[in-house]
T-cell receptor, first 115, second 113 residues
């Protein structure tokens, strides 16, 4: 089965706290892509990162960092020193390197950052 | 440059009516995708175009749904005999190639009364 699980439905933090959003995926494919998207209240999905299954290096971009662990099929996303503007729904998605390249999305995690 | 655009942004229709939703992808992007997002859920795949042809329409829920992309650019999602269960946000995405990152439009919110 191809599946993405985001077990955290909603998280609330106070501004400047660090927060980690969990993503666990299932696939039988040996090569695949993983993504994170942000969906602010305006509704448009904003691309954050793409990771190839061959590349297990963690990545940092400003206050954002991603931890990819193939052994546990997880691709977690951490926001350091959260800000009110980080409030949004965050989606993790899985795609493949052949066929249609369609995305399989998780159900999303709603992050609320309180001032 | 311009992103993916979708029109209309909102569409309210009555049960049984026909609707068309339009997607204008990023210029030069050959791959185009339609997804449907119900309240509180992640987007679900509907159909994928590579150029003018529908390479995968396995996500279309039934034969009331149809999509075209006649010139390999703009795409139209068509829904016949709309039902209340069709109410959702319909998202369009494009990518520069078959394995490229997908860039999403703002969506069309469809409400069937």
């Amino acid at each position: 089965a191809q599946k993405v699980t985001q077990a955290q439905t909603e998280i609330s933090v106070v501004e400047k706290e660090d927060v980690t959003l969990d993503c666990v995926y299932e696939t039988r494919d040996t090569t695949y892509y993983l993504f994170w998207y942000k969906q602010p209240p305006s509704g448009e999905l904003v691309f954050l990162i793409r990771r190839n299954s061959f590349d297990e290096q963690n990545e940092i971009s400003g206050r954002y960092s991603w931890n990819f662990q193939k052994s546990t099929s997880s691709f977690n996303f951490t926001i350091t020193a959260s800000q009110v503007v980080d409030s949004a729904v965050y989606f993790c998605a899985l795609s493949f390197t052949s066929g249609t390249y369609k995305y399989i999305f998780g159900t999303g995690t709603r992050l609320k950052v309180l001032a | 440059g311009a992103g993916v655009s979708q029109t209309p942004s909102n569409k309210v229709t009555e049960k049984g009516k026909y609707v068309e939703l339009r997607c204008d992808p990023i210029s030069g992007h050959t791959a185009l995708y339609w997804y449907r997002q119900s309240l509180g859920q992640g987007p679900e795949f509907l159909i994928y175009f590579q150029g003018t042809g529908a390479a995968d329409d396995s996500g279309l829920p039934n034969d009331r749904f149809f999509a075209v992309r006649p010139e390999g650019s703009v795409s139209t999602l068509k829904i016949q005999r709309t039902e209340r269960g069709d109410s959702a946000v319909y998202l369009c995405a494009s990518s520069p190639g078959t394995s490229g990152t997908q860039y999403f439009g703002p969506g069309t919110r469809l409400t069937v009364l």
